[in-house]
C-alpha cells in the first residue's frame, strides 16, 4: 500500500488496554522518573500512552525503520491511573508531502482517542511521523 | 508562576544502550534502530539512537515534578535532532502564560552543545 491522501480517515479497530501499576512502573524507572505517586499507580506518566500499541491502518506493512517521529501530542481530560481498561481507536489524520533538505517527504498524521468504560473520553494522543 | 519566569532546569543522567532496551521494552516500541547498531547503520546512522519519545519523557518528568502528574493536562512536543547513547540531556523551560487555573509553559530538553533536541509545550493545572 502506498501511503497518499486515500489513507486519510482510515480507522483502526478498538483496542482495549489495560492500565496496570506494573507497566506504569517499568515506564517511570525506564525514563528515570522517580515520582512517588507512580509507586501507588494513582497517575501515570504523561507519556504513557505511548504503550498502547495500536495497528494503524496502512501503516503496519511498513519497515518501522522508514519511519521518523517528527512529533507527538498527548492531551487528556483527566489523568490515566492503575485500573483503568483504555479503549482506543486510532486513526490516520492527515497525510501530506513537503519539499525539505533532502527532497519531498511524506508526513503521515495519526491520531489516538481513548475512553474510559464509562465511555468517557480520556485522551488523544497525536503522531507526526516522517516516512523516508 | 509568573508569564516569562524561567523554569529550574533538571539535568538527567546520560542516556545509555540499557535504558534504550528497557524503555523499548516498557514502551512496546521494538524499532531496532534504537538498540541493534547493525540495524541502524544500515538505515544509514552511525549507531543507534534514542527513541524521540524517551525525551518527550524526560519533558513529561519535568512537567509532572512541577505540577503533579494529575496536572498535565497536555504536552506537546517536536523531536529537532537525535539523541545518542552518552548524551547527556538537561530540561529547561519558561512560563507562557498563566490563567486563573491554568499555565502554558515552554519546555524543551537541550544536549550539553546546547542544542534543543526536543521541544515542546505543556499545559498544567494549577
Not at chain 1, 505517586?37 to 501503516?59: I, N, Q
Not at chain 2, 546520560?14 to 534504550?20: A, E, I, R, S, Y
Not at chain 2, 552518552?86 to 542544542?115: D, H, P, Y
Amino acid at each position: 500500500m502506498t501511503l497518499d491522501r486515500s489513507l486519510v480517515g482510515a480507522t483502526s479497530e478498538p483496542q482495549t488496554f489495560e492500565v496496570e501499576k506494573g507497566a506504569i512502573l517499568k515506564l517511570a524507572a525506564a525514563i528515570g522518573d522517580p515520582h512517588p505517586d507512580y509507586r501507588e499507580g494513582a497517575a501515570a506518566p504523561p507519556t504513557f500512552p505511548t504503550s498502547f500499541r495500536m495497528t494503524v491502518p496502512g501503516l503496519s506493512e511498513v519497515d518501522p525503520a522508514r519511519f521518523l517521529h517528527a512529533g507527538q501530542e498527548y492531551a487528556y481530560e483527566r489523568p490515566l491511573r492503575a485500573g483503568d481498561r483504555i479503549t482506543c481507536v486510532a486513526r490516520i489524520a492527515d497525510v501530506y508531502e513537503k519539499e525539505g533538505r533532502l527532497g519531498t517527504m511524506t508526513f503521515v498524521v495519526a491520531e489516538i482517542e481513548g475512553r474510559d468504560d464509562d465511555g468517557a473520553h480520556v485522551f488523544t494522543g497525536r503522531s507526526t511521523m516522517i516516512v523516508r | 508562576m509568573k508569564p516569562g519566569e524561567e523554569l529550574a532546569p533538571k539535568r538527567k543522567e546520560p542516556v545509555t544502550k540499557v535504558q534504550l532496551v528497557r524503555y523499548a521494552g516498557a514502551s512496546g516500541d521494538y524499532n531496532l534502530i534504537h538498540t541493534d547498531d547493525e540495524t541502524a547503520r544500515a538505515v544509514g546512522l552511525d549507531g543507534v539512537i534514542a527513541h524521540g519519545m524517551l525525551s518527550m519523557g524526560f519533558l513529561g518528568e519535568y512537567v509532572a515534578a512541577i505540577a503533579g502528574p494529575k496536572r498535565v493536562r497536555r504536552l506537546t512536543v517536536r523531536f529537532a535532532a537525535m539523541v545518542r547513547p552518552g548524551e547527556r540531556l538537561t530540561c529547561r523551560g519558561l512560563v507562557r502564560e498563566v490563567s486563573e487555573n491554568r499555565a502554558t509553559l515552554e519546555v524543551w530538553a537541550e544536549n550539553e552543545q546546547g542544542e534543543k533536541v526536543t521541544t515542546g509545550e505543556a499545559e498544567v493545572e494549577l
